[in-house]
């Protein structure tokens, strides 16, 4: 599910990834880990949500002034930003239904809202949602900001169709698998908006990632395997090391082929 590269000649880099297979391997094992890493530090280390929640957003900070720094695709700087934004971001709706007692569909339908509000801003100041065209400042910070809400969306959305409607961990998984599946068909088959399908499988991986990651973590009594969330964490956390450390590598191999035929 690719966009067209719009990207002007001699503009700068993008600072975002390309769409690739390792791509959507690295995402979907960030979103899970997202949703069991906040479950972990809020409920096993005791620490909860408000105090977790701090913390985390701390980091984070920390995590995009670093990200904004680069002025490029940089493998760890991204993806590092892109764990914790998915942790925040199940952080902020688990505060609003567990902290503040908003029912988990009202939620769905704000974040929907606020998502679709910062999809009309940025194409009405930029005249492009493309994530082939990230090469500007402002850009970016669009960019982030759907993120964060794609991912509180998605773990609102993940927790009312599991729990809310009692459908189960596995049984919503499979359900958003087979959704995105349908939206691959849809670009691959019927010429569907690469932007479009692009965006609505990054809301939906979301969802497919926590529903797992609960399956993985959480007790058998309440249907899930009783991994836990420490080492389903690890577990992913490992993964996505492997992965980065993986594409740092293969970038370093390509800029290195690019400088060789540069000077031939």
Known sequence: MLSPNTQPAGS??????????????IKLMAVTMGETAADYLAVNLGLGLTVTSLIMTGILIVALVLQFAQKRYVPW????????????????????????????ET???????????????????????SIHTIFTTRREIFYWLAILFTFSLGTAAGDLVAESFELGYLTSGLLFGGVIALIALA???????????????????????????DLLSQPVEYGGLGFGTTFTSLIFLGCIFALVLYMTLKRTAGDADQILLESD
């Open 12 to 25: 700068s880099p993008n600072r975002v990834p390309d769409v690739t297979v390792d791509f959507w391997l």
């Open 77 to 104: 700087a991204y993806w590092l930003a892109v764990v914790l934004i998915s942790v925040v971001g199940t952080l902020v709706t688990d505060n609003l239904v567990d902290n503040f007692g908003v029912r988990l």
């Open 107 to 129: 939620t769905t339908i704000a974040f929907s809202v606020v998502l679709a509000a910062t999809f009309a801003v940025w194409y009405a100041s930029e005249r492009t949602l």
């Open 187 to 213: 670009y691959w088959l019927l010429h569907l908006d690469g932007i479009l399908a692009f965006w609505l499988a990054y809301i939906l991986t979301r969802p497919l990632g926590a529903s797992f990651g």
